[in-house]
T-cell receptor
Framework: DVKVTQSSRYLVKRTGEKVFLECVQD?????MFWYRQDPGLGLRLIYF???????EKGDIPEGYSVSREKKERFSLILESASTNQTSMYLC????????????FGDGTRLSIL | QQQVKQSPQSLIVQKGGISIINCAYE??????FPWYQQFPGKGPALLIA?????SEKKEGRFTISFNKSAKQFSLHIMDSQPGDSATYFC??????????????FGQGTTLQVKP
């Protein structure tokens, strides 16, 4: 089974802080994704990466950046956290094309106070 | 163009009943339509998927119906069980030849099956 591990289940940070969310996968998948999940808005793609050091903007990249220095690790960075970034953040991986399953972690519930 | 609209937002069904969740899209280039199931506290997981060359796909109690001319597809859960209580997301994408494609998700439907 594919294992996608997100470093924290719950995180509380203050406005203006720099926040790091980490995601690690154990299956050598080339594609990795960061989504945020909000009620009534579904899953919205923030950034994705299809190889080490490669990244592509998703639908809502503003206020976020990402880092992928190793194939198994994909980090989401909130440069200066704001209250409207309070959300559930989900990491996912995929091997192969878009018609292959995406494997999700269990999410990080981030609260910005 | 890139949106997938999902309804209803929430659904309550009695045990043994049929749950129906609908999705609509605009982009006719979409050619892959998966459904993901998410239990509380867990990430979504692929449930079932369809391509537009077929009008229906069935896996156990779960069926996707696809209407290409109407640009709509739906998930039917037959004989719904309390264990089916979860959030369901439809999605769409363009497969093409690239491995860098992305899914466009609907807004999600929270299903509650009452015993």
């Amino acid at each position: 089974d594919v294992k996608v591990t997100q470093s924290s289940r719950y995180l509380v940070k203050r406005t203006g802080e720099k926040v790091f969310l980490e995601c690690v996968q154990d299956m050598d998948h080339e594609n990795m994704f960061w989504y945020r999940q909000d009620p009534g808005l579904g899953l919205r793609l923030i950034y994705f990466s299809y190889d080490v050091k490669m990244k592509e903007k998703g639908d809502i990249p503003e206020g976020y950046s990402v880092s992928r220095e190793k194939k198994e690790r994909f980090s989401l960075i909130l440069e200066s956290a704001s209250t409207n970034q309070t959300s559930m953040y989900l990491c996912a991986t995929r091997v192969g094309g878009v018609d292959r399953p995406q494997h999700f972690g269990d999410g990080t519930r981030l609260s910005i106070l | 163009q890139q949106q997938v609209k999902q309804s209803p937002q929430s659904l309550i069904v009695q045990k043994g009943g049929i749950s129906i969740i609908n999705c609509a899209y605009e982009n006719t280039a979409f050619d892959y339509f998966p459904w993901y199931q998410q239990f509380p506290g867990k990430g979504p997981a692929l449930l079932i998927a369809i391509r537009p060359d077929v009008s229906e796909k069935k896996e156990g109690r779960f069926t996707i119906s696809f209407n290409k001319s109407a640009k709509q597809f739906s998930l039917h859960i037959m004989d719904s069980q309390p264990g089916d209580s979860a959030t369901y997301f439809c999605a769409a994408s363009i497969t093409g030849s690239s491995n860098t494609g992305k899914l466009i998700f609907g807004q999600g439907t929270t299903l509650q099956v009452k015993p």
